[in-house]
């Protein structure tokens, strides 16, 4: 019982993701526009302590393993989109790319994003990304776990950055609130959730507690 409290504890306390911010600060482009295409960058990554160039030629699979990586990553990322009502599409004037930079062994990522227009002006960029890998598999398994999960944070950081400019909107006569405002308060969030967690843990752990207690006292009897 005491394992097993110890490993719930570990698990609601591992560290959540990286931080991650937006550059220059304004995502009120994406308003004009209806699609995005969608571009992952290897180039410069070093993939489990290779790098790119190398793993190509090492591992003669990559290649056909790397676009399934990227398919679960345009995947999931698409979902993030469709909740903003913007489509994917390889016709589109708005570029993102995302830059990998690297993949650690058990497929955890990290990389950065860039907006582009049409012209190849850089409209935003979004660093310090990072997505968990897998548990079990493969290295293109684990990479593909990684890099929905990165997606998955791209869409955290969107949808803060949507808390900032209601938060700014509703009060305009007030100083504009950093980032570092808005994390306090998902932190705050993220450890009531915690908590609550950990509450109902120790009531389980209690729980199965009495039931062998009981069971221990029905056999002697």
């Known amino acids: 019982m005491k394992k097993l409290l110890f490993i719930a504890m570990t698990m609601l306390f591992m560290p959540f993701c990286r931080a991650q911010d937006i550059k220059p600060g304004s995502l009120d482009f994406l308003k004009k526009y209806e699609s995005l295409k969608i ?98 598999g493969s290295l293109t398994n684990l990479a593909g776990d990684g890099m929905e999960r990165l997606a998955e944070n791209i869409g955290k950081v969107l949808s803060r950055y949507d808390r900032q400019t209601k938060y700014a909107a509703k009060h305009p006569n007030e100083p504009l609130k950093d980032k570092s405002y808005f994390e306090a308060k998902e932190k705050a969030k993220e450890e009531k959730k915690k908590a609550k967690d950990l509450e109902r843990v120790e009531r389980r752990v209690e729980r199965e507690k009495r039931w062998r207690e009981n069971s221990e006292k029905y056999k002697r009897d």
């Open 39 to 136: 571009v992952v960058d290897y180039s410069t990554a070093v993939i489990d302590n290779m790098d790119y160039a190398t793993r190509r030629e090492v591992d003669t699979d990559w290649i056909k393993n790397e676009k399934e990586v990227t398919s679960r990553f345009i995947t999931s990322f698409s979902k993030v989109l469709s909740s903003r009502d913007i489509k994917v599409s390889n016709n589109s004037d708005l570029l993102f790319v995302l830059k990998v930079t690297k993949i650690d062994g058990d497929g955890e990522c990290y990389g950065f994003a860039e907006f582009h227009d049409k012209e190849g002006n850089v409209l935003a960029s979004i660093i310090g990304l990072n997505g968990n890998g897998g548990k079990i």
